[in-house]
């Protein structure tokens, strides 16, 4: 019987569990350690704010399924790996010590690096929870007049959720924005090229930013945020009365620690079979990987399907063959609700994996209700789809 150890409670370590359990759960052993039994739908954080959806719809308890699956759940923060002893230190109140594993899934997503930007804690909104998602929407609906600035600081990786709160916001003002009552505003630290890794897209937001009077700064890279003002590194300054950001990210501390797990910043370096480079057992995937560009849950739960694969075979004393190719994939769905969503693989073909009985039958059901996405991945037709909005 090997132990098998996922770290962390999201897309990746959800997705992998699922799977592993379905194939292994009778012969092998399997725990999942995660800082929270709450499953978050992150995708659905926007839509709560401006859409219809209410907070049950978007997060869940994960504990019953995973009993139902055979799969033991320890609540608590994974606070060191060891790789040649093969265990991972826990703090928490179900364990407080080491957990050993023959194969482990290295799953916690990203790490926060608000500190990186001062003020951000104390002035800034942000989309990374139900909680502070729910804080956001009742100051939108406390918002009368001003200037409202959403924006990504550097070294975040979540460009879309920045664009869709700007469309959303650009909707719901609509006539405030005419009339110069409200303004909004969208930064990026770079381009939007840049943030998009080369993605054409970028083009049609650029012009779909200017068709609802969203102004747009690029190379704005946030280096301090005041009350009323945010401050880039070269000093110039944008006033606001509401502000939301996505804050810098980082890898996390218990992998910063171990070299060579991790790359500079604290993300896992793996190979084409999500093996963290050096060991054969220990695998990577979703947020937590060194991998270029912007971080999606369907790039999780595909990296996670593989590891998943590759552990499967090595059970069986067989080669994991298993890869992972790193693309990204767009699709816009105008009719979503009112103000305009981004949809991207997870939406469409990722969901079609999962029944309903299974974790992602939730993120099934909601896409079910509020409309079927279709993957548009020319650009005409992107334009097509976003000029039929209105
Ligand atoms: C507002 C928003 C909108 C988004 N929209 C989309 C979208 O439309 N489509 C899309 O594909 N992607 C979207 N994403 C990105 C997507 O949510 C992430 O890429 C995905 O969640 C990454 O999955 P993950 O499993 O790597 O990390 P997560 O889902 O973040 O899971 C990490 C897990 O690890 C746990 N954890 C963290 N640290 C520790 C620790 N030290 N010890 C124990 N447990 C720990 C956490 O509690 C969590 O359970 C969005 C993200 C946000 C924030």
New binding site residues.
Partial sequence: MARILI???????VAAAEMLSDAASDHHEITL????HD??F??A??PLVFGNFKPDEVHFDMRPKLVDRHIRFVE????GIEPDLRRVRINGDDIEGFLHFDYLLI?????LGTDKTPGFVKYAHH??GVGPALKFKKAIGDFGSGSIVVGLCPDAF?P??VCETAFALAAKFEREITAKEVSVTVVFPSTLETAFAGSTLFRDLEGEFERLGVKLVSDFPIDRIGERSIFSKLDSRIDYDLLMLIPPFRG?K?LEQIIPFADEFGFADVNDLMQVKGFDRIYA????VALPGP??????TRQ?KVAATNILAQLQNKEPTAEYSHKIAWAINEKYTDPIY??????DETLDDFDEKVFFGMAKRIRDHYGHVKAQKEKTEIAAAAGRKK
């Fill in positions: 770290l962390g409670g999201g897309f990746a370590a350690v995660s800082n929270s499953f978050t992150f995708p954080l926007v608590g923060e994974v606070i799953a916690m997503g990203r790490g989309l990374l979540l879309v959720p996390q218990s995937a979703g947020d937590i971080r999606f849950g369907y790039m999780a996670a981004f949809h991207y693989g997870f939406w």
